[in-house]
C-alpha cells in the first residue's frame, strides 16, 4: 500500500519535473537581415528579433546569428553560442577566427574548431535565401569531431 | 516570583533542565579554540537564513522582474544594500567557515571511530552549502547571473546518460535558461534545501552530542564541561566572524550589473570564486576528455571525502605526527590556490566605459562639461548637495531630467541634443557603469565626444553602434599604429585608396584626444 502511495505521488511528480512542456511549434522562418548588407566571406554578427516561448510566456526577444555570405546567393548563419558550454563566441577580425573568451575555444571562418576544448564544430541556423531577404529557421547541432 | 515560572516551565515542558543538559555536557580537557568552528558554520547558516527571509519579502521571483525588484531593494530601500551584502558575503563566508572546519576535523583525524558518520553527514554538508551557492548565483538575474547558469547547466549537461535528464530537472530546454530554469532554482534554494539543511545539521549536532566531542589521543587535563568555557569561546569566534561579514558588507559593495541579456556577446562569464577553479580545470581536458574534468576528477574528490574514515583507520594520534594528512592538506590548498590564481589572471577586464557606445561615453563628457558632479557623487559614500547616483535609481522622464540640467546648469555650453543624450545615459545607470562617470580618463572622452560632434556614427560602429557603411572601429586599434590612425584621418585616401571618408582635420587637442579614444578599441 504504501509502495501504492509512492508511485501515485512519484510517477506523476517525475513526469512533471521531467517531461518538457506541450509546446506548440514556434515561428519557422524569421527575416534576419539582407543579402546586401552582408560582405563576402566576413562574419557579421547579426541581431534580430524572435518570437520565443520561455515557459509560460511568449517573449519578443533579440537573438544573434553570426552569418557569413560565401557565394552569390550562399549564406551560412552560425549560432554565436559556443559548443563547449554555451558562452557567445565573437569574431575577431585580426586573426579570422572565433573565439569563445570562456576557455578560449577558436573556430575557423566555416565554423570548425581550431583549439580549445570545444567538442564540434559551431551550430548552424537553416538558412533559406528569398530574393535579398535572406532568413533564418532553427538551430541544428553539428556534428561531432 | 522568576523561581515560580522557572519552575512552572520545567515541570510542564522540561525546558530548564533540557538547556542545562547541553550548557553542563562534559567535554574532554583538550577542547579549545580548535573547536570553534562548527559553531562559527551553524551561525553563519542562521545569517544565510534571516537575511535570506527578508530579502524574499521584497523579490519577485520570477524574471525579469526578479532584477527590477533586486535593484528597487539596494537603490530605495532602507538598508537593502546592507541586507543584500549580508547575504552576498554570508555565502562566501559560510564556504570558508565549513572548509575551516572541515580541515580542522580532518587535520585532527576527528573522523575517526565511532565518529564516522559525523563526518560523512558533514561531507553532505558542505555539498548543501555549495548547492546553495550554485542556486543562489541565478537569483540577481544580471548577466553575471544569467551566463554563470548557462556555463553550470552546461557542465551538467554532459553527464553520461543522466545528463539531458539533468538539464530537464533544471528547466532548461535545449541549453536555454528562462523562466522555468529560475523558478527551479529558486525554489530548490528558498524551499527544498533549507529544511534539508536544518535537518541534516540537526543530526550532525546530534551525532556530535552522542559521540562527544573528540579527545585529544592523550587526554591530560580533567574533562570540564561546555559551559561557560568553550561556550565563551564560540562566542567570541562568531563576533569576530560577524565583525568581519558585517564590514563586508557595509564596505564591500556588490554591484548589481545590467539586466540579463542571451545576446550580450560581449560578456565573459565566470562563476564565482570558490568554483573557479573547477572553472579553470574544465581549460585542461578537452573534446572527449571533457569528462574527466567536469565529472571525473570532482566524483573522486568527493568520494575520497566521504571514504576518509575508513581509508584512515589507524588509532589516534597527536597533531604533529599526522604529516601524512597536512601534507594532503597542503597540496590541496596549493592546487585550489594555483587554480583560482590561474583563473583569475586569465580573466581579462575590462572597464565599464569600454563596452560603452560613443553616444554613452559622449554623455561622460556632458556630465563633466556641466559640473554635475559638484552636486552628485558616483562613487559610493561620497556626500554631496544632491542624491548620489550609485545609490539611486533615476525614473525621472527624459524631458524633466533635461528641463533639470537647463535649470541646475544653465551655462554649460551642452546643445539639446547632448543634454537629451545625457538624460538617456542617466536613465541607463547600474551598479556597474555608474564608477566609469568618474574613471573614463579624460582624454577618451573628449574623443568620444569629437566623434559624436563630428557625427562619425553615421558611417562607422563602436561596440555595435552606428552605421555600417564604414568599417567598425573596434579592432582598428589593433590592426593599425597611432601614426597610421592620424594620417588616415588627414588623408584618408593616401592610405585606403578607394576610401569615401573625408579629410578631418582636427585641431592638435582634438586629434591627441581623438586618437586617445581610437586607442581604446582593441576589440
Keep these: ?57 511568449l517573449v519578443t526577444e533579440n537573438a544573434v546569428a553570426w552569418v557569413v555570405k560565401t557565394g552569390e546567393k550562399e549564406v551560412i548563419a552560425f549560432s554565436p553560442l559556443c559548443t563547449h558550454l554555451g558562452c557567445a563566441v565573437s569574431w575577431h577580425p585580426s586573426d579570422q577566427t572565433f573565439v569563445c573568451p570562456c576557455h578560449t575555444s577558436s573556430f575557423s571562418p566555416d565554423g570548425k574548431v581550431i583549439s580549445g576544448p570545444a567538442p564540434r564544430s559551431l551550430d548552424r541556423f537553416d538558412v533559406r535565401v528569398d530574393g535579398i531577404k535572406v532568413m533564418l529557421g532553427e538551430v541544428k547541432q553539428s556534428a561531432e569531431g | 516570583m522568576v523561581k515560580n515560572v522557572m519552575d512552572w516551565v520545567e515541570d510542564r515542558t522540561g ?90 576535523v580532518f587535520l585532527w583525524g576527528s573522523y575517526k571511530k565511532p565518529r564516522e558518520a559525523t563526518w560523512m553527514l558533514g561531507v553532505v554538508l558542505l555539498l548543501l552549502t555549495l548547492g546553495f551557492g550554485l542556486t543562489g548565483y541565478l537569483l540577481p538575474w544580471d548577466n553575471r547571473a544569467y551566463w554563470g547558469t548557462v556555463v553550470t547547466t552546461q557542465i551538467t549537461a554532459k553527464a ?55 579527545p585529544a589521543p592523550v587526554e591530560t587535563a580533567p574533562a570540564k564541561k561546555f559551559y561557560p568555557g568553550q561556550v565563551f569561546k564560540d562566542t567570541l569566534a562568531i563576533f569576530i566572524m560577524f565583525s568581519i561579514l558585517f564590514a563586508l558588507a557595509t564596505l564591500a559593495r556588490v554591484p548589481l550589473g545590467k539586466i540579463a541579456d542571451p545576446t550580450d556577446s560581449t560578456y565573459i562569464p565566470r562563476p564565482e570564486w570558490y568554483f573557479l577553479f573547477l572553472f579553470q580545470i574544465l ?45 594532503i592538506v597542503f597540496l590541496a590548498a596549493i592546487g585550489w590556490g594555483g587554480l583560482t590564481v590561474a583563473a583569475m589572471r586569465s580573466t581579462p577586464y575590462k572597464e565599464p566605459w569600454q563596452n560603452f557606445t560613443a553616444e554613452e561615453v559622449a554623455a561622460v563628457g556632458a556630465f563633466r562639461q556641466a559640473k554635475c558632479w559638484q552636486c552628485h557623487g558616483v562613487i559610493p559614500g561620497d556626500h554631496k548637495a544632491g542624491p548620489n547616483l550609485a545609490d539611486i535609481t533615476i525614473h525621472e522622464e527624459r524631458d524633466a531630467l533635461v528641463a533639470h540640467f537647463k535649470i541646475s546648469a544653465p551655462d554649460s555650453g551642452l546643445r539639446d541634443l547632448q543634454l537629451r543624450q545625457l538624460a538617456t545615459f542617466m536613465r541607463k545607470l547600474d551598479d556597474e557603469s555608474v564608477g566609469a562617470i568618474a574613471s573614463a580618463p579624460g582624454p577618451v572622452v573628449g574623443g568620444a565626444m569629437l566623434y559624436m560632434k563630428s557625427n562619425c556614427g553615421i558611417c562607422h560602429s563602436i561596440n555595435g553602434a552606428g552605421g555600417k557603411t564604414g568599417t567598425p572601429l573596434n579592432g582598428v586599434a589593433k590592426r593599425r599604429n597611432r601614426a597610421w590612425m592620424e594620417g588616415h584621418f588627414i588623408d584618408p585616401q593616401k592610405y585606403s585608396p578607394k576610401t569615401i571618408m573625408p579629410r578631418y582635420a582636427f585641431d592638435a587637442a582634438g586629434m591627441a584626444s581623438m586618437l586617445a579614444y581610437m586607442e581604446t578599441l582593441k576589440d
Design chain 2, 15 to 104: 525546558a530548564v533542565s533540557g538547556v542545562k543538559h547541553l550548557l553542563y555536557e562534559e567535554i574532554p580537557g583538550s577542547s579549545g579554540w580548535h573547536q570553534v568552528l562548527g559553531s562559527v558554520a551553524m551561525f553563519c547558516f542562521l545569517v544565510q537564513f534571516v537575511t535570506g527571509i527578508l530579502l524574499a519579502l521584497n523579490y519577485a521571483p520570477t524574471p525579469p522582474d526578479a532584477h527590477a525588484s533586486l535593484r528597487f531593494i539596494l537603490t530605495e530601500l532602507t538598508g537593502g544594500r546592507l541586507i543584500r551584502g549580508l547575504h552576498h558575503w554570508g555565502a562566501s563566508m559560510m564556504i570558508v567557515v565549513v572548509c575551516l572546519h572541515m580541515i580542522q
Design chain 1, 1 to 57: 500500500m504504501m509502495g501504492a502511495i509512492t508511485a501515485a505521488l512519484g510517477i506523476p511528480a517525475l513526469g512533471y519535473l521531467l517531461v518538457p512542456a506541450r509546446e506548440k511549434k514556434q515561428q519557422k522562418w524569421i527575416e534576419a537581415v539582407a543579402l546586401t548588407d552582408l560582405r563576402q566571406d566576413t562574419p557579421e554578427q547579426v541581431v534580430f528579433q524572435r518570437v520565443h516561448r520561455d515557459g509560460w510566456k
Design chain 2, 160 to 214: 553520461p546518460l543522466a545528463g539531458p535528464y539533468i538539464l530537464r530537472l533544471m528547466g532548461s530546454d535545449n541549453g536555454q535558461i528562462g523562466v522555468q530554469t529560475f523558478a527551479r532554482f529558486y525554489g530548490a534554494h528558498v524551499l527544498l534545501l533549507p529544511p534539508l539543511m536544518m535537518l541534516l545539521i540537526g543530526l550532525h549536532v546530534f551525532l556530535v552530542r552522542r559521540h562527544g566531542v573528540a
Design chain 2, 283 to 327: 581549460k585542461f581536458f578537452e573534446g572527449p576528455l571533457e569528462i574527466i574534468g567536469s565529472m571525473v576528477l570532482p566524483g573522486v574528490a568527493v568520494g575520497l571525502l566521504f571514504a576518509t574514515p575508513f581509508l584512515d583507520r589507524g588509532a589516534a594520534v597527536k597533531l604533529r605526527q599526522r604529516t601524512f594528512a597536512i601534507g
